[in-house]
């Protein structure tokens, strides 16, 4: 029998967070776009003002003492980040945020393809016909960068298809995945859909034909226990601000053979060894690739919400909030004229289970790799069901409201104090591929309570009757 899921302190975690503690419209914050952006704890909010109130400084420049206590500081917040996620310090560099890092790979991959550091760099370089596969439930930001890869490369820029119920096409990006193919870049959790992505399977397929992988963890990392190198990706990216640290700060995480090969994309101040009027020769990684003022206090911040995150255990705040997830999927599955965004409980919107290698499913759940579910459970690699389904899922669902703009959905629930995202939620593809142009987003983090999930669905159930779009 597996252990009980360990239960949070949510008074104590709660009160951690003075912003969580405010009325708004007349009603309690029920804060549930924690996918936006998250609240902050006050030790980060401590860490940053005390480093700079004691300790700011030039860092990696300055020979007096206070320059190099900014510099311990900041690098002993690179150690503490990089362990995190399971790396090494020098396998993780500093980023403004994970649109800046998934930039910084793409451009550096282009940079490659012109040539630039060779013959390091050839590797990665791409030719015209080679291929970047990406997926159908990209945030913008796993997009655009790689769109514009394509066009400067003459690369093809193709993409996985989600099945109706969210998860991905994994027989598609086999059949898409192949020797041409010298990317593959996708998101461990979509921002939209909640599901945790198939990492593992996807980069087998990828590795087999030598393609570089690229992981959007910005909406995994605040959630689950992550370790980037035992996943195998090649190269990943995770958001500051959306794991409880500061704005514009994040992490770009690569192989230590990966970012050895690459040439920095941006240049300039602290990422060289030596320069002259013609050339440059660049530091190693990480430091090859920030160049100029890195963002030192929210660096530091980040690794006070990075120490807060494992004082609390990545465990014991995944089995919270998939405690929450599961509350809300059954709230809004009762609520009359909700479409929910990637149920994969209740079957896909083709109807009915699914199962592949030999596993079994009845009554819309689904099974791989030898499990069997009923009933709208799911089991995969032999395991046994749990939860609705067999997807794995973080505390984020994504919906239309039959009949009603998701703009008025989010003012009905902000009247009541509830915050949620409305909208494409920079994922314009995959609201497309619904049908749809809008939806509303409501996303936990570890200090929501199952007091939060039901206000929510209590003002969302008469949002409907408020409009006149039917119960
Ligand atoms: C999946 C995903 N990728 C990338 C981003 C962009 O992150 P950042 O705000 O750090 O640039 C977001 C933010 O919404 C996201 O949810």
């Not at 703009?405 to 009247?415: F, K, N």
Request: charge should be negative; charged fraction near 15%; glycine fraction near 14%.
């Amino acid at each position: 029998m597996s252990s009980p899921a360990p239960v949070l302190d949510l008074a104590a975690i709660r009160g951690d967070f003075p912003l969580l503690d405010q009325r708004v419209n007349g009603h309690p914050l029920v804060y549930l776009d924690s996918g936006a952006t998250s609240q902050k704890p006050q030790a980060v909010i401590d860490a940053e003002v005390a480093f700079l109130t004691r300790s700011n400084s030039a860092v990696h420049r300055g020979a007096h003492t206070l320059a190099a206590e900014a510099t311990e500081l900041f690098e002993d917040a690179r150690a503490t980040v990089a362990g995190f996620v399971g790396a090494r310090p020098e396998q993780l560099v500093w980023t403004s945020g994970a649109t800046a890092g998934l930039n910084l790979i793409a451009y550096a991959i282009g940079n490659a393809s012109i040539g630039r550091g060779a013959p390091a760099s050839t590797p990665f370089a791409l030719q015209h016909g080679d291929e970047i596969v990406v997926t159908e439930s990209e945030h913008h930001a796993n997009l655009i960068p790689w769109q514009e890869l394509a066009a400067r490369t003459g690369a093809v820029l193709r993409h996985i298809p989600v099945h109706d119920d969210g998860t991905l096409d994994t027989d598609a990006a086999a059949a898409l995945i192949g020797e041409r193919t010298r990317i593959v870049a996708f998101p461990h959790v979509s921002n939209v859909l909640g599901i945790v992505n198939p990492v593992a399977e996807l980069v087998a397929l990828a590795h087999a034909v030598g393609a570089l992988t690229v992981l959007d963890a910005c909406q995994s990392a605040p959630h689950l226990p992550l370790d980037l190198p035992a996943l195998g990706v090649d190269l990943a990216v995770f958001s500051g601000h959306k794991m409880l640290g500061p704005y514009a700060v994040g992490g770009l995480y690569g192989r230590s053979e990966v970012l050895e090969g690459l040439p920095p994309f941006l240049t300039g101040g602290s990422m060289i060894t030596t320069v002259t009027l013609d050339r440059a020769q660049y530091l190693p990684p990480p430091q090859r690739f920030e160049a100029g003022t890195q963002p030192v206090s929210q660096a530091i911040g980040l690794a006070a919400a990075v120490r807060y995150l494992q004082g609390v255990g990545m465990e014991a705040v995944h089995a919270h909030e998939k405690a929450l997830e599961a509350r809300m999927g059954e709230g809004l599955r009762s609520i009359p004229g909700i479409r929910l965004l990637g149920d994969a409980s209740t079957g896909s919107a083709t109807g009915g289970g699914s199962a592949t290698d030999g596993g079994s499913a009845t009554g819309g759940g689904s099974a791989t790799g030898g499990g069997s579910a009923t009933g709208g459970g799911s089991a995969t690699g032999g395991g046994s069901a749990t939860g609705g389904s067999g997807v794995e899922r973080v505390g984020l669902w994504s919906f239309d409201v039959e009949g009603v703009h998701a703009h008025d959905v989010g003012q009905i629930l902000d009247a009541r104090g509830v915050a949620v995202r409305v909208g494409h939620h920079c994922a314009q593809p995959l609201h497309r591929r619904f049908g749809l142009t809008a939806s509303v987003r409501a996303s936990t983090a570890l200090y929501n309570t199952p007091d939060d999930v039901d206000t929510f669905l209590d003002a969302l159930s008469g949002v409907r009757a408020f409009f006149g779009a039917g119960s």
